[in-house]
């Protein structure tokens, strides 16, 4: 079974003092975020064990560009992240504060 799911939000720069990389994120939260967690906790019943640190693997779509990933749970809002690679950015041209409509697959 695969959900697909559509939401707008914004492109945001992950930074560390402790590291030299930086990564860009959008945050999938709200009721698109409630279907994920209700859907990964299905899966884990199903399959008896769940991916590293959570994570669901997930086919992206921005604009004309889709890409294979994986999403991963946000503690600190309850949503999920969706890295956002370089070349995806480049092809759609996004940088960090654009609100971005994209949609994900399970």
């Known amino acids: 079974m695969t959900e697909t799911?559509?939401?707008t939000?914004?492109?945001?720069l992950w930074t560390s003092d402790k590291a030299p990389a930086s990564w860009h994120f959008l945050t999938i939260e709200g009721e698109a975020a409630e279907a994920i967690h209700a859907l990964a906790l299905m899966r884990r019943l199903e399959n008896g064990r769940r991916r590293g640190w959570g994570a669901i693997k997930v086919r992206a779509t921005i604009g004309d560009t889709c890409w294979d990933t994986s999403i991963f749970p946000y503690k600190s809002s309850g949503g999920w992240l969706l890295p956002v690679k370089a070349a995806v950015r480049k092809a759609e041209g996004l940088v960090a504060g654009d609100d971005?409509?994209?949609s994900v697959t399970l």
């Open 5 to 7: 799911y559509k939401v």
């Open 9 to 12: 939000a914004e492109l945001w």
């Open 100 to 102: 971005i409509y994209l």
